[in-house]
């Protein structure tokens, strides 16, 4: 099961669906006009985790099992798409559900590819797509106020407190912004948690660079430092890509994707870097166990206790939970084995109150 979803976001033609091809494999339709992508993709990617084939190696594990990611893109959003314009009302139910909303923006200049609005203009197109974002949640409030009011009305406590939350957001939307600027408690976010409102929904933006342009345009090119100054206000992330490249690394194995990416200056992948960044909006770490059937990687929330890690694995395990026996990835690498690290006093036994930590790893004792 994947842990969590990232919903793509885009004009049309902005690179969006190569990059999905590309990051997923998966053989969505990318073609060069408007509204190909009809019903939503949906690809399943592995996170990138190294430690995962040292652990395999120390126990000898049959099977690597890594973390994964669910991408789903959605056709490309024009302006009205809210209003059901050019079917976009039906796409933004595609990604209600996601964890986090990547909104790809074109930063490269191509006379071949046709531009929606006719020129290259990352901002114009953040809040283009901001704007189909807040009409869509707006409609989602208004429906839900409607019922709100009778029963507030009725004197029904619940609903006058959810009624004056949402009166709140509306009014920050009805100015196309976001409702992540509303300041609420947890427990307003609770009550509306059901909606799943999507300008809620941490974002990040996809910038989206010519191919010769992708190791320099972090610093290089100015549609990307007006994207990267826009989201500082934000408070989001800007993740610089060539969906081309990620086209062509995605034809390669291992050692040549690797050899390629040296070629153009470059550590890591896109994909790579926008796991990183889903992860860091998200606050997700990873907790890992491993033995000699398989080594596998499990996402959770920072903060996330014992128990309910376990429950990850298992409900039953979570449910009897006895106790975790924990080793932190770096002292189990140093010492070599579990015994070796028992033996130097590193494998530690940790009760519910345990908050785990990133590179955990960990056996949980339980009894059902």
């Keep these: 099961m994947s842990n969590f979803e990232v919903g793509i976001v885009g004009l049309p033609n902005v690179g969006k669906s190569t990059l999905f091809n590309a990051i997923t494999k998966a053989g969505a339709e ?12 949906v690809g399943v990617v592995d996170v990138p985790d190294a430690r995962l084939q040292v652990l395999a190696d120390i126990y000898k594990s049959k099977k690597i099992l890594p973390a994964s990611v669910r991408f789903v893109d959605i056709a490309g959003l024009v302006k009205g798409a809210a209003q059901g314009e050019g079917l976009g009302n039906k796409f933004l139910s595609h990604i209600r559900q996601v ?26 197109d953040i809040e283009i797509i901001n704007t189909e974002l807040c009409l869509a949640d707006l409609e989602t409030l208004d429906k839900r106020l409607e019922r709100l009011v009778k029963l507030s009305k009725s004197g029904n406590k619940e609903a006058k407190a959810e009624e004056a939350v949402l009166v709140r957001i509306k009014e920050v939307l009805e100015q196309a912004q976001p ?11 609770e009550i509306i948690r059901d909606l799943n409102l999507l ?46 490249v990620e086209a062509e690394i995605a034809e390669l194995d291992g050692d040549d994707a690797t050899m390629f990416l040296e070629e153009l200056g470059l550590d890591e992948s896109g994909l790579d870097k926008l796991i990183k960044a889903a992860f860091q909006l998200l606050g997700l770490l990873t907790f890992l166990t491993a ?12 903060g996330t206790k014992a128990p309910q890690a376990a429950g990850k694995i298992h409900s039953d395990i979570e449910r009897g939970f006895i106790r975790a026996e924990i080793v932190s990835y770096d002292d189990l690498v140093a010492a070599g084995s579990t015994v070796a690290a028992r033996e130097k006093g590193q494998v530690r036994l940790e009760g519910k109150e345990y908050v785990m930590h990133d590179g955990d790893v960990t056996y949980f004792r339980f009894n059902v």
């Design 99 to 124: 964890d986090a909303v990547a909104n790809v923006v074109r930063c490269f200049v191509d006379a071949n590819i046709t531009h929606v609005e006719g020129s290259i203009d990352p901002l114009r």
């Design 179 to 189: 409702a992540r600027r509303v300041e609420m408690t947890p427990e307003e976010r």
């Design 30 to 41: 990318a073609a060069n006009y408007p509204f190909c992508t009809i019903e939503p993709n």
């Design 199 to 244: 300008t809620l929904k941490p974002a990040l933006f996809i910038a989206n660079v010519a191919e010769d342009e992708v190791a320099t345009a972090d610093a290089e090119n100015e549609y990307v430092q007006r994207v990267k100054a826009y989201a500082k206000d934000e408070g989001a992330e800007v993740v610089v890509i060539s969906a081309k």
């Design 291 to 302: 033995g000699p059937e398989e080594c596998r990687a499990w996402t959770i929330t920072e």
